[in-house]
């Protein structure tokens, strides 16, 4: 896999979403990336939402919780509970979106070190493939993850030579 490429994909036998993407930066930038809430406020979700508001208490049992707002003023918000913080190399943690309480998704994140860049798979485990395709039915959930990790990828470019 090269940077600027983005793979998702849901098996159709397992309750699963799986994402992955190369970026140019080690994985100890890339994990901060996602665990600073300064860094996340600049490029979590895809462009056309707006983070307003980006909480993160980053210890095992610590929780976050990120809104979006959409140009029409409507308000997604998404929380969870962390499981597993092992930097810079993987994030375990529980997420929940307002829309879909019932839906508690076991979510992880590994940052691998590949030449040179870090390989971000990102695993979404659902509690059944009806709650997955719930989430992906409206169609706009691998384009949204797709502009969100372009985002990330676009600032991480713009940071001063490491």
Not at 40 to 59: A, H, S, Y
Not at 87 to 110: C, K, M, W, Y
Request: hydrophobic share 40%.
């Amino acid at each position: 896999m090269t940077p600027d490429t983005f793979a998702f994909a849901t098996p159709p036998d397992e309750p699963v979403i799986e994402f992955r993407r190369v970026f140019k930066a080690p994985p100890s930038l890339i994990f901060q990336m996602f665990t600073d809430s300064d860094h996340v406020r600049q490029w979590w979700g895809p462009r056309v939402l707006e983070l307003v508001t980006c909480e993160i208490d980053l210890r095992v049992g610590g929780s976050y919780t990120f809104v979006l707002r959409a140009p029409d003023g409507q308000q997604f918000a998404m929380n969870g509970i962390y499981q597993e913080i092992t930097a810079p190399h993987r994030l375990a943690s529980t997420f929940t979106l307002d829309v879909a309480p019932d839906n508690e998704i076991a979510q992880s994140f590994t940052f691998e070190d590949v030449d040179g860049g870090t390989l971000l798979h990102g695993i979404d485990r659902h509690h059944s493939i009806e709650a997955r395709n719930q989430q992906i039915e409206n169609g706009m959930m691998e384009a949204g993850l797709a502009d969100q990790y372009l985002r990330l990828a676009e600032l991480v470019e713009s940071l001063p030579a490491l």
